[in-house]
């Protein structure tokens, strides 16, 4: 299990690459991160592997998850699960119901999709909000919903787009010791961006800088 | 001490105007229709209540076939181009973004129903062009004997009515976006595994629909209570329920007008039971949804919607495209046998012989258009001000008041406020007519003008105040320059909104106002396609040109700003 980029890079159509072509192995349940300056192109590099990229950039290199090339399908074919900066909770779903439309459809039944979403709240510090409104979760509460949802999908990778700068200062540790505890546990490889220097350090993996081209 | 918000008096004086101008004549025409569905009409001597109007009104032949299919055709268009415009929206969406939707959208929405549904009838009827291109292939040597328009199912009139209300549910739509995270929602969803369809299904239209509730509200009305397209491409005998009771209404027998009343009463019902049926559907659908959403289905057979949408979008745009060109040609046409794909021999004659009448007809309609888009404009800006100077957001009681004419059925209160005009001498009259389209212009310029008013930075004017200008120097020199062109856009609107008006001018003009609109639609039901293609091409020229004008002057008039050449809304 490993997500592989091969001389990756994205131009705006017609324009100058946005970033030096970035090649990168990383392996099972390790957390690579990416730095560099704003404008760069941390998130739209993160885009074009989650498949999220907007019409006018074209993207040039490849990238393999566990071998199969995944530049040529669809985002929803590709098993690359995101977390994004503020959480992005269905506003229309109450949190259980946030994790249950993340949780894969290979588990059937009502009462063992109940079942599954209960245990991975519990595990999140969320037992017993399965019916609360997202808009009323704390910041923490927010984010550790966000990354159940994410992980109950099965991915075969993780991307993290700033995923703690977001957060107060004293919510930071924890929220991010237990990214990366769940990150290991999978044994899924996963690529980070972020601006903060400590994130890189916690992630514990190899740091990437991205210059401007 | 505690400071009195400001704008006092403007408040009170839109106020005073939406109470005596809109809901005081609204609420007093449907007392008088109410009182006359029950027997009590004193202008025609009718002073005892009493049921016999109902009586006489489900006496009428056909009065069942009728009912049934103005349900029919109202539910069923509604539901389609609900369908249609959101799958549209759905495969759109990544490349339309902000002006571009709206200089897509916009000759659509400037046609005028009567128009659209005459160009219609000219591409569809059995010697219409389609049978005239088909005709060599199947061989036909004359018209086909089937009734295409003004089918008993009311099918041509859906597809009228479609062809309409999809790009307004569009741009809507496209609107109601703009407050949601749309891309991040997107992103997220497929990240799980959802294929794009079901994400905008199990996700987005959720979130949209409580923003595009309201207008829908108003398609569903306009559909179940149109007069003119249920009049032209609707079926004849028995027709539409709105078109029924013009018939009455208009009948030399006055007696007929208490059975009308009691049938307006009727379409009322009608509308508020489609209101009802729909807030059941959403309260059914809301439960169902959160199971079906609950259960994780990824949804990729959803997939192929998106192309099938664009497929049918680019058929509807075509079949838009050629009913005005249907409208262009026929008036220059002059012999055009059966089965001729183009006229033998053009011709000015329909121009030239119905010039004296078109041009009152013309000028008359423009001066409307004109004086219903400038009072629509003074009291939307005049209501935006007033919010802004008391600091307050809109209650939603305000909200639901501007959508109000367009959700009360027209022929449900104008005909009563006709009889009330009559009473005070007012009827007939320019001034009554102007009042009663202005009635629905107005909404359709405050829902236009709203956002891009709220959405001025605030910084502008509080950077005016602190120079030392007042409240009015604020509005007309700093607020007003700056919004031009959505404030043109709105005008633009309202003059479409104004030419289109059918019911109104013919009702309180009774009959005697004669517009484009309204000369259009009576020569429709006649035999001379040139000369009502005269008509129906100027009907379509003036809103079209009215919303070229709204793209092109503050391109112009701010072609050395970058800041504001936004474009429209």
């Not at chain 2, 349900?71 to 339309?96: D, E, H, K, M, N």
């Not at chain 2, 007929?256 to 009463?265: F, I, K, R, T, V």
Request: with cysteine.
């Amino acid at each position: 299990m490993s997500l592989v980029l091969d001389a990756l890079s994205v131009r705006v159509a017609g324009g100058a690459a946005l970033f030096a072509p970035l090649s990168l192995t990383i392996g099972p349940g390790e957390v690579s991160t990416v730095m560099g300056p704003s404008g760069v192109g941390k998130s739209t590099l993160l885009d074009a592997i989650a498949g999220h990229l907007a019409p006018a950039f074209t993207l040039s290199g490849g990238v393999t998850l566990d071998g199969r090339d995944i530049l040529a399908l669809p985002a929803e074919a590709r098993r690359v699960g995101l977390v994004f900066q503020d959480a992005v909770l269905f506003p229309h779903l109450s949190v259980g119901d946030n994790l249950a439309f993340g949780l894969a459809a290979r588990v059937k039944g009502r009462a063992a999709r109940r079942a599954a979403v209960e245990a991975a709240l519990a595990r999140a510090g969320l037992a017993g909000l399965h019916d609360r409104d997202p808009a009323s979760l704390s910041g923490g509460q927010r984010a550790r919903a966000a990354l159940m949802r994410s992980l109950l999908a099965e991915p075969a990778a993780l991307l993290l787009d700033e995923p703690f700068s977001k957060l107060d200062a004293s919510l930071r540790d924890e929220i991010r010791a237990f990214t990366f505890a769940h990150i290991r546990a999978r044994a899924i490889p996963a690529l980070m961006v972020t601006h903060d220097p400590a994130d890189a350090e916690a992630a514990g993996g190899p740091v990437i800088g991205l210059t401007p081209q | 001490m505690r400071v009195a918000p400001e704008g006092r008096g403007l408040r009170a004086l839109v106020l005073a105007a939406l109470a005596f101008g809109l809901i005081g004549p609204i609420a007093a025409g449907l007392w008088a229709t109410a009182r006359a569905g029950f027997g009590v009409m004193p202008v025609i001597g009718a002073t005892e209540a009493s049921l016999a109007p109902w009586s006489a009104l489900f006496a009428l032949p056909g009065l069942a076939t009728s009912l049934k299919v103005t349900a029919f055709t109202g539910i069923v268009s509604t539901l389609l181009s609900l369908i249609l415009a959101l799958a549209l929206t759905a495969a759109l969406q990544p490349r339309l973004t902000g002006g571009r939707a709206a200089r897509l959208l916009a000759p659509f929405l400037a046609i005028p129903h009567a128009a659209l549904a005459i160009g219609l009838a000219f591409v569809l009827t059995p010697s219409g062009w389609i049978a005239r291109l088909l005709a060599p292939i199947l061989g036909l040597d004359r018209p086909p004997d089937i009734a295409l328009v003004g089918d008993p199912w009311g099918i041509a009139l859906i597809l009228g009515l479609m062809l309409k209300e999809v790009p307004f549910l569009m741009l809507v739509s496209l609107a109601g976006l703009t407050q949601i995270p749309l891309a991040q929602h997107l992103a997220a969803g497929r990240s799980l595994g959802y294929g794009r369809a079901a994400v905008w299904l199990k996700l987005i239209v959720p979130q949209l629909w409580p923003l595009i509730r309201l207008p829908v509200m108003v398609v569903l009305a306009y559909a179940l209570s149109t007069v003119e397209m249920g009049l032209i491409l609707g079926p004849s005998n028995p027709p539409v329920l709105a078109v029924l009771l013009t018939r009455l209404f208009f009948a030399p027998d006055t007696a007929l007008l208490l059975p009308a009343s009691a049938g307006a009463l009727l379409q009322g019902g009608l509308v508020a039971a489609a209101f009802a049926l729909l807030w059941l559907t959403e309260r059914a659908l809301a439960m169902a949804g959160r199971f079906w959403l609950c259960r994780g289905g990824r949804g990729h057979g959803l997939d192929p919607i998106l192309p099938l949408a664009r497929g049918l979008g680019m058929i509807a745009a075509a079949l838009g495209a050629l009913a005005m060109l249907a409208l262009l040609t026929w008036s220059f046409a002059w012999r055009w046998p059966w089965p001729a794909a183009l006229p033998e021999s053009w011709s000015l004659r329909a121009w030239t012989g119905a010039a004296p009448g078109l041009a009152r007809a013309l000028g008359l309609t423009l001066a409307l258009a004109l004086a219903t888009t400038a009072l629509s404009l003074a009291l939307a800006v005049a209501w935006l001000e007033g919010e802004d100077r008391a600091r307050s957001p809109r209650a939603p009681w305000a909200e639901a008041l501007i959508y109000l004419p367009l959700l009360v059925p027209q022929i449900g209160f104008l005909y009563g406020l006709n009889v009330l005009f009559l009473r005070l001498g007012l009827s007939g009259g320019l001034a009554a007519v102007i009042w009663a389209q202005a009635l629905f212009v107005f909404p359709y310029v405050m829902i236009t003008l709203s956002d891009p008013w709220r959405a001025l930075d605030p910084r502008l004017a509080r950077a005016a105040a602190s120079l030392g200008a007042g409240p009015w120097r604020r509005l007309f020199t700093v607020k007003l320059p700056v919004l031009i062109a959505p404030i043109l856009t709105a005008a633009a609107i309202g003059v479409a909104v104004s030419v289109a008006q059918y019911l109104p001018t013919l009702f309180m003009g009774a009959g005697r106002i004669a517009t484009l609109t309204t000369e259009a639609v009576t020569l429709s039901s006649g035999s001379d396609r040139r000369v009502t293609g005269a008509y129906a091409t100027l009907q379509t020229a003036l809103p079209l040109a009215a919303y070229a004008a709204a793209f092109l002057v503050p391109a112009l008039l701010h072609r050395d700003r970058r800041a504001l050449r936004g474009g429209g809304a």
